[in-house]
C-alpha cells in the first residue's frame, strides 16, 4: 500500500494546527476510518524530567537540537511500512513530556505539523508533500502571545523575552531558510481557504488511487 506523508511547517503560532486540523475534520467523516492521521513535531521535544524546573524554562525550545528528531525520522518510517507508533505526548507547562503516550496507526495519509520539520535535511527526505505556513511573524508574535498566556501558562513577560532570546532568531536562522524546500507556501495562514480545498482534493485523489 502506498503511503503519503506530507510535512506543514511555519512559524510558531503561523497556523499550522488550524490549518491541519481543519483539512482533518473537514476529511475525517467522509473517508474511511483510518485513512488519515496527524502526528505533531511537538510531541517529539525532548524529555527534561530529569532536569529541574527552572533549568527547563532556559531551554532553546526554538532550535533543532530540542528535538528527538532522530525518533521522529523513525516513527514515520514505522507508519510507512505499516507499523503502529507510540507517540510521546508533551506538557508545555512543565517543559517535558507527559507520561502518556498516544498510538498512531499506520494511516494511508499521515499529516505531520511542525516549526523545525523541514530544516532537517535527513527529516526533509521522509516527506512526500511538503508545505510552508508563510504568516508575517509580527501576526505569529500577536497569536503566540494570546496563546501562550491562555493555553500554555505563560505570563507576558516570558513571552517577550523568549521571543526576544531565541524564537526570532531561531526562525530566522532556521525556519524561514527552510521554506525553499517546500513544494508549496501558502498565505495567510489557517483559514487560507483555497489552500485548504487543495490539499483536501489532492488527499481525496491519493486515496482513490
Ligand atoms: N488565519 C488566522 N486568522 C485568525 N487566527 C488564526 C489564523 N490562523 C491561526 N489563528 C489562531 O492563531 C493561534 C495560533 O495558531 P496555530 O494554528 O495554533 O499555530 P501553530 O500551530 O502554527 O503554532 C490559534 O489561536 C489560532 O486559532
Ligand atoms: N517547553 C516549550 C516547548 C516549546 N515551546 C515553543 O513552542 C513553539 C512550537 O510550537 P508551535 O505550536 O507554536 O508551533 C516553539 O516556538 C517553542 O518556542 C515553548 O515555548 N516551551
Redesign the pocket.
Known amino acids: 500500500m502506498t503511503r503519503t506523508i506530507i510535512a506543514i511547517a511555519g512559524a510558531?503560532?503561523s497556523g499550522?494546527?488550524l490549518f491541519t486540523q481543519t483539512i482533518y475534520n473537514e476529511l475525517v467523516n467522509e473517508l474511511e476510518d483510518g485513512s488519515i492521521a496527524i502526528i505533531e513535531e511537538?510531541a517529539y521535544?525532548k524529555d527534561q524530567s530529569h532536569l529541574p524546573f527552572e533549568h527547563?524554562t532556559q531551554?532553546n525550545?526554538?532550535h533543532p537540537d530540542?528535538f528527538e528528531h532522530e525518533l521522529l525520522k523513525s516513527h514515520l518510517e514505522q507508519l510507512r511500512s505499516g507499523q503502529s507508533v507510540e507517540v510521546p505526548s508533551?506538557d508545555?507547562a512543565q517543559?517535558t513530556r507527559s507520561k502518556e503516550t498516544r498510538q498512531v496507526n499506520p494511516a494511508k495519509i499521515l499529516i505531520v505539523e511542525?516549526?523545525l520539520l523541514l530544516s532537517d535535511p535527513e527529516l526533509c527526505k521522509e516527506f512526500d508533500i511538503k508545505v510552508f505556513i508563510d504568516t508575517p511573524l509580527d501576526i505569529c508574535l500577536l497569536r503566540?502571545t494570546q496563546r501562550?498566556i491562555e493555553q500554555?501558562g505563560?505570563t507576558l513577560q516570558s513571552v517577550v523575552e523568549?521571543y526576544q532570546a531565541?524564537?526570532r532568531p531561531m526562525f530566522y536562522q532556521f525556519i524561514e531558510p527552510s521554506k525553499h524546500s517546500a513544494d508549496l507556501v501558502v498565505t495567510r495562514g489557517g483559514m487560507n481557504r483555497v489552500a485548504i480545498d487543495i490539499i483536501k482534493s489532492k488527499i481525496k485523489y491519493l486515496l482513490q488511487e
Open positions: 510558531s503560532a499550522k494546527s511537538d521535544y527547563r531551554t525550545y526554538d530540542a508533551y508545555y517543559h511542525g516549526i503566540r501562550d500554555r505563560r523568549q531565541t524564537v
